[in-house]
């Protein structure tokens, strides 16, 4: 093959490996010269954050304090500037996201990697019912993984959301590699823009340490409440700060 022939090969394979919105790593390595606003949205309030249960990747939906958030997070947010909103899959974060999109005629893109901690087989249960020597080792450990299952329904609170299902536990890890790659991926994309994305708690906490130069580990010193909004800015120089407003 010869030099030429080479050349247009590598480029259609870049051009066909960076379609469908998704963003190449040729294409993701080179900074923005324009300063990118993520802003972090936590999903409103579901019976499950109410009572204190652990929802990992379970499809529970707002309730009614829930939707008034979203509502309430629209109208705050009404004349400031977004060019894009993205959510996790889940239905709670992206009912939440499309309370802010609809009104702006945006559409809301769903992101997998966005979705909550898995917690496997302890979907449903309250902090508190996992042993003790689990929620050590996973808080300090970050390579420790909830176990993968299916919850026993009988021990949940909300047997319906669980029942027969099973739920990937994932360890802190996991979550980084997956969410905050993905966040940046989306940095790089909307380059000079403003993106609103509606996601967990769990995924902000850990985004937080990364834009804190903090070990995942600490993940706890970030306390991210319902509807809540955390702003991160990502610099030219590959830097991320963390803004009190935008």
């Known amino acids: 093959m010869t030099r030429k022939a080479l050349l247009v090969f590598v480029v259609l394979g870049s051009l066909l490996l960076s379609e469908g919105g998704r963003v190449h790593p040729s294409s993701a ?31 529970v939906p707002l309730d009614e304090t829930g939707r008034a958030q979203a509502r309430s997070l629209a109208h705050a947010v009404a004349g400031k500037r977004v060019d894009a909103v993205y959510s996790s899959p889940l239905s709670r974060a992206y009912e939440t996201a499309l309370a802010i999109a609809e009104a702006r005629g945006l559409a809301v ?33 970050p390579d420790f993984p909830m176990p993968t299952g299916v919850p026993e329904a009988t021990a949940s609170a909300e047997p319906a959301y669980v029942e027969g ?41 850990i985004a937080l340490t990364q834009a804190s130069g903090l070990a995942v580990t600490r993940y706890r010193a970030f306390p991210v409440s319902n509807a809540s909004q955390t702003i991160l800015e990502y610099r030219s120089d590959g830097s991320v700060a963390v803004l009190p407003d935008w």
């Open 29 to 59: 390595s080179q900074a923005c010269a324009q300063p990118t606003k993520l802003v972090l949205v936590r999903h409103g309030q579901t019976d499950w954050n109410a009572r204190g249960l652990l929802q990992g990747n379970a499809e």
């Open 109 to 141: 893109g769903r992101r997998a990697e966005l979705r909550e901690i898995g917690v496997g087989i302890y979907t449903g249960l309250r902090l508190d019912r996992i042993p003790a020597d689990v929620r050590t080792a996973w808080s300090a450990n």
């Open 165 to 205: 299902r099973r739920f990937e536990g994932e360890s802190l890890n996991m979550v980084l590699e997956r969410s905050w790659r993905d966040l940046r991926d989306l940095g790089r994309q909307h380059c000079g823009q403003t993106v609103v994305v509606v996601t967990h708690g769990g995924v902000i906490q």
